[in-house]
């Protein structure tokens, strides 16, 4: 579960913190729908501006015509902030990390030239901050940008992107339904189911990213959608659908690395690992995220294929090592990774320095298991509540928190979330699921 | 990276003689973080045409993730350290796999690479960490003794994130109509540009055209505008920013309009530097009876010449390889030589004897036609030494070259007027305008037949001035071109050409009221020293002319 929020912000996320979910949804959806005809007519126009907070996706030539304006208007802020936008985006999406020092570099320099209201620069820089994970610093350049100009979308998805990741999930949920309601397209879309995943309603979930999807008015952000609905069904354990879904991103965008990690899970759980391990090599091929490697490593080892799962976790511990010269937060896969494959303590304090300035549900959940695996189960089990406060259905949550439960003896309690995630998904860790089978049967035995 | 390729000529010779000291400095590498961020997998792949062959040097760059990906695949035993023999036989097994990715069409034969040394080295990067470069070395024979199309496609893989550049360089080979720089701009991949506005490179092909022997191009490039100071360095800044402009990536309406505002700002400016035609017509509209309108006739003559000269030669080196030879230069350096040296020692005999002027034209006439043909096009690119010498070369040739071929007394009615102030005028134009033969004719006889032959010899004059072309203008055709640009490039040579027309024309209209007002002083007293001068100057500059003369035929005959 630890998914969702770490593609910091691309879009998807949330809306509204309805008490009983579908009316009130059907309600403004239909409200939004009708405002959205009458107050928009550039679909065209609408699509780019939302990519300010939107899906990624093959932008590069996009930021090619941007540059050239910038040359052709050095003087614009706009221009500036417009270049800085979408280079966080293509950051996001080719992980290349100086795109975020040149994003950086131009959003300044639109600031510079327009220190103050200056919209298009605050809702950059609010993306940038959140695409870096430094979610106060989002917070308060999406309030900036709101301030500036309360009715625009985009600073509301910032604003929802930063509250969730800061743990603030009821004034996140009012976020989205208000960009929702400003304009209910693809990116406000994505966050208000992801509002739903958050919250376990998956079947909600999955309905209103397959409107996110409908809504796509780029092939990024279909992309987008369709890895979420892939993951969403995956979640569930239907790996069939996720499989299909992903093959349907596929089609569009052949080497976004997150539908080719979509694809790779889809196969594992199908019984596929060989074309597991191509989906997940070619992704890596694209992006060596923490994720694909963490996720490539395991699977190898559940193959037992030690040297393969080594190079992956070899370079995950050189991640490791250029993220704390940097002095950057800790990731949830990193902690995990770390906790798992490296030494417990150190993913003890790594957790704890994260979870301080992120108190996210997954990084709840990534700080109890540290903590387990550090052999602090009693702290542990409280960082595992957290975890699952929001009423996630996530497999990997309820195996940590049923593994510290068994380690402290409660059995019961831990049988039963041991049988909810596999319950949730069968498959949901290819190390993990059948360790979680494996104590379900000595719990019973011993009883 | 733009860098190199708008200014892809300019920067050859520069860059040749800059980059080989820096890239030993470089080699070992400051241990920061990796510009392009530490996933990049980035390749540079350099060719090299010699007449036999084509060389290909491959150069991968990991950043520090990327390079943490690969060390596995190095350290085959999985011990943790890599040996020498481990590194080897990874850069030979990985410069295969290039070897087969780098596709080039020589002509119409697919090249056969031939690999040479592999190597695979690390170096310290972010974090303890090592990056690391492979370098591959290969080698197709070629055949680049005739005019040859080349065709370079990377098929590497590139989905990481990256750099991709590929240049083209000669040796004993010349590069034409290159789509690519020929000096890396990271100095193969050791220096990232830092500008926060360029898109990291993506080249992926190239194509090119071989032509033996080493090319005109780098020769030509001028050493910058002579001279320095202020006004020089101001100037240097303007044909920067003119290159910047023409090379930028995209055209844009404004670009192009300021790009050609630049170029005739920049004709201007060269034709007020010193020794350029300038100076003859001067000394031509001072001698001559001349008229503001005889100073419009210099400046549109200069610049249809020099419009049509430099187009000539620029559209004729790229695809005659037989003038691109540098033998052709010194020859046509000698040619220009003897030629100013015999102009030069017939002025001197005529203005010894203080004769009549038809001799002269005769005698100038005969040069000036065979000069002609040896130069018209490429002969005046080399333009040797910025075109000072022979400039007046031709120009003086040229001047009374066309008069020679017609009745000197056709010319229309012109301002009678003026004639006779002319006349006592040119008796002393040389204590006032330090040289020029032309004087001399003036001198000698003015009012007898100043008429047709006056207009012809200033449209000589004009010839003479644009002739010469100049060479910052070839260079930017030339790299106009090598944009693919050529319309842009004609376009923008034009508009330096209406650049030096300005000036000559604004120095010819300046010239006519000076004289006019020097010819009342002087026809009310016309005094005797100024009359000795009249006498002694002709000698002087005639002598200068040969002077300059036998200096250009020494240098052309060292060169051969």
């Known amino acids: ?447 | 990276m733009n860098l190199l390729t708008r200014r892809r000529l300019t920067a050859v010779p520069l860059a040749a003689v800059l980059l080989v000291p820096i890239a030993q400095i470089a080699a070992a590498p400051a241990a920061t973080a990796h510009p392009l961020g530490n996933f990049t997998v980035n390749y540079s792949t350099s060719i090299t045409l010699r007449p036999d062959a084509v060389d290909a040097e491959i150069v991968v760059d990991r950043a520090e993730i990327a390079a943490a990906q690969q060390r596995p695949l190095v350290d085959q035993n999985h011990d943790g350290s890599v040996t020498k023999g481990e590194a080897q036989a990874y850069a030979d097994e990985e410069c295969a796999v290039l070897t087969r990715q780098l596709g080039a069409d020589i002509g119409s034969r697919k090249a056969r690479w031939d690999s040479g040394p592999s190597m695979l080295t690390f170096h310290p990067g972010e974090a303890g960490l090592e990056t690391s470069r492979l370098a591959c070395h290969l080698t197709a024979e070629a055949d680049l003794g005739s005019s040859t199309a080349i065709r370079v496609t990377t098929h590497y893989d590139t989905r990481r994130v990256g750099w991709h550049e590929i240049t083209a360089n000669g040796r004993g080979v010349t590069v034409a109509d290159s789509t690519v720089p020929a000096a890396s701009p990271t100095n193969q991949l050791r220096h990232y540009p830092r500008d926060p506005l360029a898109a990291p490179l993506d080249q992926r092909t190239a194509e090119l055209r071989a032509t033996p022997g080493d090319g005109p191009a780098a020769r030509i490039v001028p050493p910058g505008l002579p001279g320095s100071g202020p006004a020089t360095a101001a100037l240097n800044k303007v044909s920067t920013l003119f290159d910047t402009l023409v090379g930028s990536r995209e055209l844009t309406v404004p670009v192009g309009l300021l790009a050609l505002l630049l170029a005739v700002v920049l004709g201007a400016s060269h034709a007020a530097m010193p020794g350029h035609g300038k100076t003859i017509m001067a000394a031509y509209l001072a001698g001559r009876r001349g008229t503001p309108r005889d100073a419009f006739t210099v400046g549109a003559t200069v610049t249809l010449t020099h419009t049509a000269g430099v187009l000539a030669l620029g559209l004729a080196l790229p695809l005659a390889t037989h003038l691109a030879g540098e033998t052709v230069l010194v020859w046509l350096g000698l040619a220009s030589g003897l030629l100013v040296t015999a102009i030069g020692l017939q002025l001197l005999r005529s203005a010894l004897r203080g004769k009549a002027n038809h001799h002269h034209h005769h005698s100038h006439s005969h040069h000036s036609h065979d000069h002609h043909s040896d130069h018209d096009g490429p002969g005046h690119s080399h333009g040797s030494g910025h075109g000072h010498g022979p400039g007046h070369g031709h120009g003086h040739g040229h001047g009374h070259d066309a008069p020679a071929g017609l009745p000197p007394a056709r010319r229309a009615p012109g301002t009678p007027s003026t004639d006779g102030s002319v006349v006592v005028l040119t008796k002393h134009a040389p204590a006032s305008h330090s040289h020029s033969h032309s004087d001399r004719h003036e001198a000698a006889g003015p009012a007898r037949s100043p008429a047709r032959r006056g207009r012809w010899a200033l449209v000589g004059v004009g010839i003479a001035g644009g002739l010469v072309p100049s060479p910052s203008a070839l260079v930017v055709l030339l790299g106009a071109i090598a944009l693919g640009r050529t319309a842009f490039g004609v376009l923008l040579v034009i508009g330096y050409g209406l650049g030096m027309a300005v000036t000559l024309t604004l120095a010819g209209l300046l010239l006519v009221r000076l004289r006019d007002r020097i010819a009342v002083h002087a026809a009310e007293r016309a005094s005797q020293r100024l009359k000795t001068l009249g006498r002694i100057g002709p000698a002087a500059t005639s002598a200068l002319v040969l002077l300059v003369g036998i200096g250009l035929t020494v240098r052309a005959l060292t060169g051969i």
Not at chain 1, 387 to 411: D, E
């Open chain 1, 1 to 447: 579960m630890h998914r969702p929020e770490d593609e910091p912000a691309p879009s998807i996320r949330r809306r509204r913190p309805l008490r009983n979910g579908a009316i009130t949804i059907a309600l403004g959806v239909a409200m939004f729908t009708a405002g959205a005809v009458a107050a928009s007519p550039a679909g065209v126009n609408r699509a780019a501006e939302s990519s300010a907070s939107a899906a990624p996706g093959v932008q590069v030539r996009g930021v090619e015509a941007l540059r050239e304006r910038v040359r052709r208007l050095p003087a614009d802020p706009v221009s500036w902030a417009d270049l800085g936008t979408a280079l966080v985006q293509q950051a996001r999406t080719t992980a290349d990390q100086s795109a975020y020092t040149q994003a950086e570099a131009a959003l300044r320099r639109s600031l510079a030239l327009q220190p103050g209201e200056n919209l298009h620069a605050e809702i950059g820089m609010g993306a940038l901050a959140a695409a870096r994970h430094e979610f106060h610093d989002a917070l308060t350049w999406a309030r900036k940008a709101i301030v500036t100009s309360p009715a625009t979308p985009a600073a509301y998805g910032i604003l929802a992107d930063a509250l969730t990741q800061l743990g603030q999930y009821e004034d996140s949920y009012t976020a989205v339904q208000t960009m929702a309601d400003l304009r209910p397209d693809s990116s406000s879309l994505a966050r208000a189911s992801y509002t739903f995943e958050l919250r376990g309603d998956t079947l909600q979930a999955k309905a209103v990213m397959g409107r996110a999807l409908r809504a796509a008015g780029t092939p990024g952000e279909r992309a987008f959608a369709h890895t979420h609905l892939s993951s969403l069904a995956l979640e569930s354990g239907d790996p069939a659908t996720a499989l299909r879904e992903a093959r349907r991103g596929l089609a569009e965008a052949p080497q976004d690395p997150g539908l080719l990690e979509a694809r790779a899970k889809a196969h594992a759980a199908l019984g596929q690992p060989g074309q597991a391990v191509a989906d997940y090599t070619a992704a890596i091929a694209v992006a060596p995220l923490p994720q694909y490697l963490l996720g490539l490593g395991e699977l190898q080892q559940s193959l037992g294929h030690r040297a393969d799962s080594e190079s992956q976790y070899a370079v995950l511990r050189a991640q490791e090592k250029i993220r704390r010269a940097e002095g950057a937060p800790a990731d949830v896969d990193a902690i995990l990774f770390e906790a798992d494959h490296g030494a417990p303590r150190q993913a003890v304090a790594m957790a704890e320095a994260a979870v301080s300035e992120r108190p996210f549900i997954a990084v709840h959940d990534a700080y109890a298991w540290a903590l387990h695996r550090a052999g602090r189960d009693e702290e542990a089990l409280a960082q595992a509540d957290k975890a699952l406060a929001l009423g996630t259905r996530s497999a990997l949550f309820l195996f940590h928190r049923g593994t510290i439960r068994q380690s402290l003896g409660n059995t019961a309690d831990a049988r039963r979330d041991l049988e909810r995630a596999l319950a949730t998904d069968p498959y949901f860790h290819p190390v993990h699921a059948s360790a979680a089978r494996t104590s379900i049967r000595r719990i019973d035995d011993a009883s």
